[in-house]
């Protein structure tokens, strides 16, 4: 699931290598507005990595999210020129001349909770068949970034090098859960409850999920 959701992650946060955001403050909450820059057909600007492609990965690697399709309305990943991606059951590489960033898990799980998020209790919500609906893993995620130093004098490098460190912090936040009295990122769908980041929602053979960050949940949160 973490490498599921991160795949999540790069499709919402990180569609354009390019994309430029604007944020708009507003008496109840803030309002991002994103923009993209690259031409996913000219590939002096863009790798364009389709869905499909990710898909067909997550597949080979035996991931069980391999058959959840998106509700979004990106079909691709445009990413830097001459980077490719690399996925398999336990590590996510992106890869171009100037960067290399891996994000591997580490074996099992540290921490398993079906409490809701942010409600403080020891409350297990259920669904009509018994099941828990909130699934709260707390897993080891390593992240490796490395530059190049063969193109450290490129023109380019400082732009290449600004993306690949945004990956990573952008990662970061959509991972850790902030806490309800501080701000936090002003990222889009967040509800100022200390539940993290921009959330995203699919559909599977078993019904509609929604995963924010490391929890799932099995039908759209109220």
Not at 6 to 11: A, F, K, M, T
Not at 108 to 137: N, Y
Not at 173 to 186: L, M, N, Q, V
């Amino acid at each position: 699931m973490i490498l599921f959701s991160l795949i999540v992650y790069l499709e919402t946060r990180q569609h354009d290598w390019q994309m430029e955001e604007r944020h708009y403050a507003t008496s109840t909450s803030t309002i991002t507005r994103m923009q993209d820059k690259s031409n996913p057909e000219n590939t002096a600007e863009c790798t364009k990595i389709s869905y499909d492609y990710i898909l067909h990965m997550l597949t080979t690697a035996n991931n069980a999210f391999a058959l959840t399709r998106p509700i979004t309305p990106f079909s691709y990943l445009c990413l830097p020129p001459q980077s490719s991606v690399r996925l398999d059951q336990s590590s996510i590489t992106l890869r171009n001349p100037f960067c290399t960033i891996l994000f591997s898990t580490e074996p099992g799980f540290l921490e398993l909770r079906m409490m809701q998020p942010g409600s403080h209790t020891a409350d297990v919500p259920a669904l009509p068949d018994g099941k828990p609906r909130f699934e709260t893993r707390v897993i080891g995620l390593q992240v490796t970034r490395k530059m190049s130093w063969v193109t450290a004098q490129h023109q380019d490098f400082v732009k290449y090098e600004k993306w690949c460190k945004g990956v990573v912090d952008g990662a970061r936040a959509w991972f850790e859960t902030k806490t309800t009295d501080e701000s936090g990122p002003p990222w889009f769908g967040d509800d100022g409850e200390g539940e993290g980041g921009m959330f995203w929602t699919g559909t599977t053979d078993k019904g509609p999920i929604t995963i924010r960050g490391s929890t799932i949940y099995r039908q759209s949160p109220e």
